[in-house]
């Protein structure tokens, strides 16, 4: 019921007296909405005090929704009164109170608007007013008044004006707003330091910055002092006081010296700062805690990079850095142990180490050839008097890997045949594992592989035969056929292994088979071949005859 109310106010009015509203002619201004007073003394808690929502040179208006807005951990809204109100003392007619809701809480009937069903929503810390009356005024007055509880000993709070709409026959009428508030911000500021831990070498200073930063317009002069801890460490200030401007910062300069007799431990020390500013009498002091790390003048030493991938039978190079610490300075030697297996040395083994900086030297290492992975380590050990610090060097070789071939690379087929191409994969940086082969190619080539799959060991070359058949339906020209070869390192760390490359593919044209004539159903040679033949038998059987015509037809009768 109260999300329905509180929409749009006028709205409803306009649709429930169209005939009885009356238009105030405007007047052109721009009004002022306002708390009264603006603001209000700091009370003890558990006092009550009430404020008022104002208008000044308003327009003619009819309606309002407006929201007052507080903090409730400081005051606590505990009622709203229409009573005097600049529109019903106006002109006798209808009211219509819409919404009338503090901290979520309804008061009297009236709703308020708790989901996203209605706007605008309510909630802890807001005071909100609806309300509409027939006929509208204008001019200067009374919304509506709001009272307050005092929850706590806190000193301010904001007391705020939101969603605020005026309107007048369903239009709104323009204005501007004014806050008000309850108690006082206390004007102050606040201890900061750029280094919270400061590192000082035995027998040594340093130094960092305090800032002294204002806040709720505090400006003054700012007393700084720095107790002396004792325990070896003495702290001196650049100056005592200094100025913070209102909106500003202050700073001053502290040092630390940590003197021989100082314990190599961490030193808690205490800054204060005060002023007397406004309101008379008072006085504000903060106090900030550093903590001091004392240490001998000292240096670290590294290696970069510290792991050195490196192929068998290979070079590779490491920079071996000092640097100062603490003020450090002087000669640091080093010393360098290893496997003799592979060769290895420093192009200095003695640096200058400068005060606040750092030398370096190169490290070089030269592989092994073996049939298995091999793992190298180096120490590099940095002395300066008692001072000793030392860094690891690791050589090993990269991540398995492998290498790709394919015999021939460029091949021609005429469309029809097949071709056999040889995929070798070379083991390289100790990869073992099973390898995959796949293929691809336009439509019209069927490609297989005899093995799909090889395992793959150290230092080893495999080969798979990549059987390519090219259909009579391929078209002449140039094709690529896609080889992929893919596999997975097992080690340390499991990594997988692609590569591809592409086979070129010329496919020829088919060779097309002439038809040959035929004799009596016999093709032309083995037709004349037996026609030959059978001539000779005729030729035969010719000479025999006629030879046989020339003997006598009978016998001679010989006298004895």
């Known amino acids: ?23 105030i002619p405007a007047a052109n201004a721009i009004g002022n909405l306002y708390i009264s007073p603006v603001a209000t003394p700091l009370q003890a808690p558990g006092s009550n005090f009430t404020i008022s929502v104002r208008v000044a040179g308003m327009d003619p208006f009819d309606g309002w929704e407006i929201q007052v807005v507080s903090d409730p951990s400081v005051i606590s809204a505990t009622n709203i009164s229409l009573t005097g109100n600049i529109l019903a003392a106006s002109n006798p007619g209808i009211a219509f109170p ?17 989901t996203t069903s209605c706007t605008p929503t309510d909630g802890n810390g807001i005071a909100d007013s609806g309300y509409a009356y027939n006929p509208g005024a204008s001019g200067s007055g009374l ?13 301010y709070s904001p007391i705020l004006i939101k969603n605020d709409q005026i309107t007048n026959v369903g239009a709104t009428v323009p204005h501007t707003t004014a806050i008000g508030s309850y108690g006082s911000l206390t004007a102050d500021f606040s201890l900061s330091a750029v280094q919270s831990n400061v590192g000082v070498t035995l027998g040594g200073t340093n130094s960092t910055t305090i800032t002294l930063t204002s806040f709720n317009h505090f400006s003054g002069t700012v007393n700084v002092t720095a107790p002396q801890p004792g325990n070896g460490i003495r702290l001196a200030l650049n100056t005592t006081q200094t100025n913070v401007p209102d909106g500003g910062t202050g700073a001053v300069q502290l040092t630390i010296q940590a003197e021989a007799n100082a314990s190599e431990t961490s030193h808690t020390i205490s800054i204060s700062a005060n002023s007397s500013y406004l309101p008379p009498g008072s006085r504000y002091l903060h106090t900030l805690e550093l903590t001091v790390f004392v240490h001998k003048p000292d240096f670290i030493v590294y290696a970069t990079p510290g792991l050195l991938l490196t192929h068998q039978s290979s070079t590779n190079y490491a920079a071996i850095t000092v640097a100062s610490l603490y003020s450090f300075h002087g000669i640091v030697n080093l010393t360098l ?7 290895h040395k420093l192009d200095n083994y003695n640096l200058t180490v400068p005060s606040g900086g750092s030398a370096s030297t190169t490290f070089t290492v030269t592989t092994q050839a073996s049939a298995n992975a091999f793992e190298d380590d180096f120490n590099i050990s940095a002395t300066s008097g008692s001072l000793a610090h030392w860094v690891e060097v690791v050589v090993e070789p990269p991540p398995g890997n492998f290498a790709l071939a394919a015999n021939p690379s460029l091949v021609k087929v005429t469309a029809g045949e097949t071709q056999i191409i040889t995929v070798t994969v070379t083991s390289t940086d100790y990869f073992a594992g099973t390898v995959y082969t796949l293929g691809s190619g336009p439509s019209g080539l069927g490609i297989s592989f005899d093995p799909v799959s090889i395992y793959l060991n150290f230092s080893q070359t495999v080969t798979t035969n990549m059987k390519v058949t090219v259909s009579l339906v391929t078209s002449p020209g140039n094709h690529t ?28 044209a088919p060779v097309s088979i002439q038809q040959t004539p035929t004799f009596l159903g016999l093709q032309e040679t083995p037709f004349f071949a037996i026609i030959g033949g059978l001539a000779v038998v005729l030729a035969v059987l010719g000479i025999f005859q006629a030879a046989h015509g020339r003997r006598p037809k009978s016998r001679p009768i010989l006298e004895r």
Not at 1 to 23: C, E, F, N, W, Y
């Open 1 to 23: 019921m109260g999300s329905k109310r509180g929409k749009v106010l006028v709205v409803l009015i306009s649709l429930l007296l169209p005939a009885v509203v009356l238009r």
């Open 481 to 508: 056929i896609y080889l992929t070869v893919y596999g997975e390192v097992f080690g340390k760390t499991p990594t997988s292994r692609q590569h591809s490359m592409n086979v070129t593919l010329t496919v020829l």
């Open 143 to 155: 919304l509506f008044n709001v009272t307050f509880r005092v929850v706590s000993s806190k000193s």
């Open 98 to 114: 819409l919404r009338s809701c503090i901290n979520d809480n309804q008061t009297g009937s009236y709703g308020c608007c708790l």
């Open 337 to 343: 142990t290893g496997p003799q297996i592979a060769p």
